[in-house]
């Protein structure tokens, strides 16, 4: 009905369309190119000049920063740098599989339970992540400090040194990507449970096919394109992490992302803070990438998000 | 294995997962009444740190920066976003792809980068021009940036939910463009602006990292003034103030709950 009525309009009242298109459009999309698109254009420009007084960028243009980045200094190659990216890599992986191998029982516990209570279960997953992560992390710095009990036990245990706290550590990191990011995997998990052919599980069990393969040929298959949007929401931002390894991974546990913020404060190099957003752009963008022809290869098709 | 026990087994593994994921919030409720100044010792029930809260000017100013800055930053977000959302449900035939680019880059952006990116932008347009100097104003730009691809979002799905005559029918009747919005548009949309609403509020309440890199000296909000008394040194002063944020989570939940029950019997 509107096809029609546009085809059978004047051209002067399809001007009135793009107008209409324009006036709607443009102020949100000009937002968004004022003060992200250009900013981010900006910052990546200031990863190819020079670092002035107080790290300030300044003109000749140079690839100083990448070869800071990658720990050319004054002093020869040190591997610092590496070292920080190869964590946060590491990082991502160990807490994003940790989140998926819990992710997946609770998600399909939720399911098992009666529909009247599967909502008050969701909501009873995801409130924590409400409160400001500034928070939870120091939640978790009241639980592992030295002292605690949970040290106290791994004291006892022998995992760390006696009177030393579990925390600050890449363990405590750990700790904290996957508690940031597990109700991200729980939710899209969920809703592919709730599509789950129930037919192909109860054949598979009637076959005695055993709990791994069952899971293996019937579940796996079926909740991949949510385990695939899971892994969109968890392993980006948590490559990107800055507050969980600032709070909880001290100078040990720096990730790329304190790398980065840190270049734009105390030790300031804009330039060199400039090239390692440029990494992460780049990481988070062929995340996408991959994820998005997985997705598409492995049928999940539209279902992935972005 | 039988169904049952993998059902109970199940269960186990549930109460686990609630506990580690209640388990820091509960620390820092607990650790807010305690009446020693110990992190790992709970001495005695003492209302002592929330007294210390109600005099300290410092957090009472963090807390009015906070809700200034989400409910201006909701507001123009939902008017900008709002009116975006309609925009590509109209157009929704025509190529759109650039657009839906644009409006994911928020989205998809590095926390970090996307702080660190508006920090740079303004810092150099400060010194050009002498505007946008950090502070509220600069804070808000940063997250109404963040908040207008969801309230878009939710308002495209709430058009595209709609039966098409609908708006056919408002035209029909020759209602002007201000009676459609006024009579047809904002009625249909209020659940979806509420929502718009109340997601962009909790984002910006939420945000610590682009607040942080965006904010001038007077501009501190509550996560900001939280992250520097930690890294100054834990005080318990925290645990109350934090715990004071959680019940304000909690509310919230039970205010979401009661909201969907009533809204799908």
């Known amino acids: 009905m509107t096809d029609t009525g546009v085809t059978a309009s004047s051209s002067r009242s399809l001007g009135r369309e793009t107008r209409h298109l324009l006036w709607t459009v443009t102020p949100g999309a000009l937002w968004i190119l004022l003060f992200l698109v250009l900013p981010s254009v900006y910052l990546m420009s200031v990863a190819f000049m020079s670092s002035g007084p107080y790290g300030l960028p300044q003109m000749p243009l140079s690839l100083d920063a990448f070869e800071r980045l990658a720990g050319f200094g004054f002093l020869g190659w040190s591997p610092g740098n590496l070292y920080t990216l190869l964590r946060s890599l590491w990082q991502t992986l160990v807490s994003t599989a940790l989140v998926v191998v819990i992710a997946y029982p609770v998600a399909y516990y939720i399911t098992t339970c009666r529909a009247k209570w599967r909502p008050l279960l969701l909501l009873a997953v995801v409130v924590p992540s409400w409160t400001n992560q500034v928070i939870r992390s120091f939640g978790w710095m009241n639980?592992?400090?030295?002292?605690?009990?949970?040290?106290?036990?791994?004291?006892?245990?022998?995992?760390?040194?006696?009177?030393?706290?579990?925390?600050?550590?890449?363990?405590?990191?750990?700790?904290?990507?996957?508690?940031?990011?597990?109700?991200f995997m729980v939710l899209p998990l969920y809703s592919a449970f709730e599509r789950l052919d129930v037919a192909q599980v109860e054949a598979a069990q009637d076959l005695y096919a055993n709990p791994l393969r069952t899971f293996r040929h019937a579940i796996f298959p079926q909740t991949l394109p949510g385990l695939l949007a899971g892994i969109v929401l968890v392993a980006i931002p948590a490559f990107g992490m800055y507050v969980v390894s600032e709070l909880l991974g001290g100078g040990k546990g720096m990730m790329l992302?304190?790398?980065?913020?840190?270049?734009?404060?105390?030790?300031?190099?804009?330039?060199?803070?400039?090239?390692?957003?440029?990494?992460?752009?780049?990481?988070?963008?062929?995340?996408?990438?991959?994820m998005r022809r997985l997705g598409k290869r492995l049928g999940g098709g539209e279902q992935v998000v972005i | 294995m039988t169904k049952r026990t993998l059902h109970r087994g199940?269960?186990?593994?549930?109460?686990l997962t609630l506990a580690f994921l209640y388990l820091p919030l509960a620390v820092v409720v607990l650790f807010s009444f305690n009446s020693a100044n110990s992190s790992a010792r709970f001495a005695d029930f003492s209302l002592r740190w929330y007294h210390r809260l109600m005099g300290n000017e410092e957090i009472?100013?963090?807390?009015?920066?906070?809700?200034?800055?989400?409910?201006?930053?909701?507001?123009?977000?939902?008017?900008?976003?709002?009116v975006l959302g309609y925009g590509m449900y109209r157009h929704r035939r025509r190529r759109l792809g650039w657009l839906i680019l644009v409006i994911y880059l928020p989205l998809v952006l590095p926390d970090i980068v996307f702080g660190i990116a508006e920090m740079a932008f303004f810092v150099q347009i400060n010194e050009w021009t002498g505007w946008l100097s950090p502070g509220l104003g600069t804070m808000i730009i940063a997250h109404v940036t963040f908040q207008i691809p969801f309230v878009a979002l939710i308002v495209y799905s709430r058009f595209v939910g709609l039966d098409p005559a609908l708006f056919e029918a408002a035209r029909d009747l020759y209602a002007t463009p201000r009676q459609r919005l006024v009579h047809f548009m904002l009625p249909t949309l209020k659940p979806a602006l509420m929502a718009a609403f109340f997601l962009s509020f909790t984002l910006s309440v939420d945000d610590f990292v682009i607040s942080f890199f965006t904010a001038g000296p007077?501009?501190?909000t509550l996560p900001i003034y939280i992250w520097g008394a930690i890294r100054k040194g834990v005080s318990p002063e925290i645990n109350a103030i934090a715990a004071l944020m959680i019940a304000a989570v909690a509310i919230a939940a039970m205010l979401s709950l009661v909201f969907s029950r009533r809204r799908s019997p």
Do not use: K, R
């Open chain 1, 143 to 183: 639980l592992l400090a030295p002292g605690t009990p949970l040290s106290d036990l791994a004291a006892s245990l022998g995992l760390i040194s006696p009177h030393m706290g579990l925390y600050p550590s890449n363990f405590a990191v750990t700790l904290g990507l996957v508690y940031n990011f597990l109700p």
């Open chain 1, 257 to 290: 992302g304190n790398l980065v913020a840190s270049q734009f404060a105390g030790a300031a190099n804009w330039p060199l803070g400039a090239a390692g957003a440029i990494l992460m752009l780049l990481a988070t963008f062929l995340g996408l990438f991959v």
């Open chain 2, 10 to 15: 199940l269960a186990v593994f549930w109460w």
């Open chain 2, 60 to 82: 009472l100013s963090a807390f009015g920066n906070s809700l200034m800055l989400a409910v201006v930053s909701s507001l123009i977000a939902l008017v900008v976003g709002g």
């Open chain 2, 218 to 220: 007077e501009s501190a």
